[in-house]
């Protein structure tokens, strides 16, 4: 079987497949993530997702067969408090997850009521519209703690060698008070950091990544770090890819 990427992505303004004005704001946003799923190796035989979405005191991992749903937005219209995204859960690789994360000193609870959140089935409703893809979220540490994240990251990166495509879930820029043009240059300026760091080697990728907060306008894209902490499950499951 070949080994997966991970992934740490953008899943842009609440349920925006669903509402066609939003829908056209994040066209380039759907064209990558279409793209993102023909360029992998092979179809997943499951996907992991890290969502900014769900945290809890200590990691939590969704078990339930059919997973239900999380609207946890606000503002929309009616009928986007009605979609369902269907895909089935897989208590089986909850318990291999749990298994991997135990075996790295990380506790660990399964959860059999966490629904999926729109951090989740967004992205998932481009890339597997059918929702025939088992899907499993992985909640994050509400302590925000990079090198935390990390640990439960590299303690997942062998299901990568067994068809399970992991992924983040976030935004590279997430202030909420200041989604206006007055975000440009702080976004444009992380992102940039953002990606050099990422082209780096490993040893010096992780040290940058940990120390984020010195990166240009990083508390400015962040003043509360739930939409970047996925990156470091998503990096810490690759750690030594180049």
């Known amino acids: 079987m070949t080994k997966m990427p991970t992934f740490?992505?953008?899943h842009g303004g609440g349920p925006w497949p669903w509402v066609p004005q939003l829908r056209a704001i994040f066209k380039n946003l759907e064209v990558s993530f279409v793209q993102m799923e023909e360029d992998l190796p092979e179809r997943p035989k499951a996907v992991v997702m890290i969502s900014g979405h769900w945290e809890a005191d200590q990691v939590r991992v969704m078990s339930s067969d059919a997973p239900t749903m999380e609207y946890d937005?606000?503002?929309f219209p009616p009928e986007t408090y009605q979609i369902r995204?269907?895909?089935?859960?897989d208590p089986a690789l909850a318990e291999r997850i749990i298994g991997l994360l135990a075996g790295a000193g990380i506790s660990t609870t399964p959860d059999p009521t966490q629904g999926y959140d729109h951090g989740t089935f967004v992205p998932m409703q481009i890339m597997y519209p059918d929702a025939d893809v088992p899907l499993i979220q992985v909640s994050m540490l509400s302590s925000y703690?990079?090198?935390k994240h990390f640990e439960i990251g590299r303690a997942l990166?062998?299901?990568r060698d067994e068809g399970v495509l992991i992924i983040g879930s976030g935004l590279s820029y997430h202030n909420m008070s200041k989604m206006n043009p007055a975000a440009k240059v702080?976004?444009?300026g992380f992102d940039a950091w953002l990606g050099e760091t990422l082209a780096k080697a490993p040893e010096a990728r992780t040290a940058d990544l940990l120390n984020w907060e010195s990166a240009p306008y990083a508390r400015e894209c962040h003043v509360k770090e739930d939409h970047w902490v996925p990156i470091y499950v998503a990096v810490g499951a690759a750690e030594q890819a180049t």
């Open 8 to 10: 740490y992505i953008s």
């Open 73 to 75: 937005y606000s503002g």
């Open 85 to 89: 995204y269907g895909a089935p859960g």
């Open 145 to 147: 703690d990079p090198a």
């Open 157 to 159: 990166a062998p299901l």
């Open 186 to 188: 702080p976004s444009a």
